[in-house]
């Protein structure tokens, strides 16, 4: 459906007009990336609802996280959240939602090899910049792939363990901070938002979510002189409706904004589906800096376990493949009938 070459985005050019980008789950981006044996931050495969099927042009290994689409390597199902070995003629692919969530990120040992642009290897599809193109991934697309890691053949079998996974409850209350243009609204307007379940409308990409539900009123006007967007800002236009601004958001906007999503649970929202419900609740910024370094915390332990995985004691089995520089995956590849086993 959508497959686009995302990083942490593009960030600190928002003063120029250049949104961010990134991906919309950068912690699922993180744990991928730290799994196939890269820094967390390099750039991966965010891959939406349904997902390509790619032909593996060497050897390396790739990680999934984030939404359960049905990852498989020749046709057999494959374990997300674990460091899978790949060879040349092995076909990856998806087979479809398995449950809650719509984005997962598919991480390659030595990253996504595409140019930076502004120190980003994000894709900003509303411009073409960044990424493959400035596009989506489309059948017959060769994605050339970074040097392979030092050691990554130890790394094959890692997994990250169940606490140490993000979590992406679809019932969890959307937690925001009231403002900055909180004094635009009445009081009965800020307590519609705070205590009303909105829907999701079919107009939510990775710019923004727009809901459907209870006006949110405002005092007077809903424009006021254009100012900068942040990442999870709520705006509300004169219609009453909310919009939560995403990765892809514009980097200014004239509407009043009621709240900002906490960033750790925007994600959360990110993983949502059109028609699926929401419901804020009022936060404080103490306790988003909270949630942001119990996520670093996470991410620290996954790494503390990726070196103590790679300095265990060799086990004798047959002769290594050998491999050099990277690999490339090749879109819209045939099945292979090559038995594939789990490390």
Known sequence: MSTTV??????????????VAGAMDPEALAVANILAGNDPGSAA???????????????????????????????????????????????????GPKGRGCRAVLAVSGGIGVPLVM?????????????FEGRALKTGDTVVCGELPPLWKRTVGFC?????????????PIRAVPG??????????????????????TQADRMGYRMEGPKVAHKAGADIVSDAIPLGAVQ?????????????RQTTGGYTKAAVVLTADLAVLAQRMPKEKVRFVRS???EGA??????????????RLRAEYRSRPAERSGPARAASGGFTVRLGGKTSTIEWQEL
């Open 290 to 303: 909270g949630l942001l370094a119990e996520r670093s915390r996470r991410l620290a332990e996954l790494c």
């Open 236 to 248: 509300v236009p004169g219609h009453g409706q909310p919009i939560v601004m995403l990765a892809d």
């Open 284 to 286: 404080t910024p103490e």
């Open 180 to 201: 900055p243009q909180d004094d635009a609204f009445t009081e009965e307007g800020l307590e519609t938002l705070f205590g009303s379940i909105y829907t999701i409308s």
């Open 45 to 95: 495969l965010e891959i939406t609802l349904l997902g390509p099927t790619m032909t593996a042009e060497g050897d390396g290994t790739v990680a999934v996280a984030g939404a359960d689409l049905g990852f498989c390597v020749n046709g057999i199902p494959a374990p997300q959240w674990t460091c899978v070995a790949v060879k040349g003629g092995d076909v990856i692919a998806f087979s």
């Open 6 to 19: 995302q990083d942490f985005g593009r960030w600190g050019h928002q003063a120029m007009g250049m949104p």
């Open 119 to 131: 120190g980003s290897r994000s894709t900003y599809t509303r411009a073409g910049i960044g990424g």
């Open 160 to 172: 990250c363990p169940e606490a140490l996974r993000p979590l992406r409850d679809p019932e969890a």
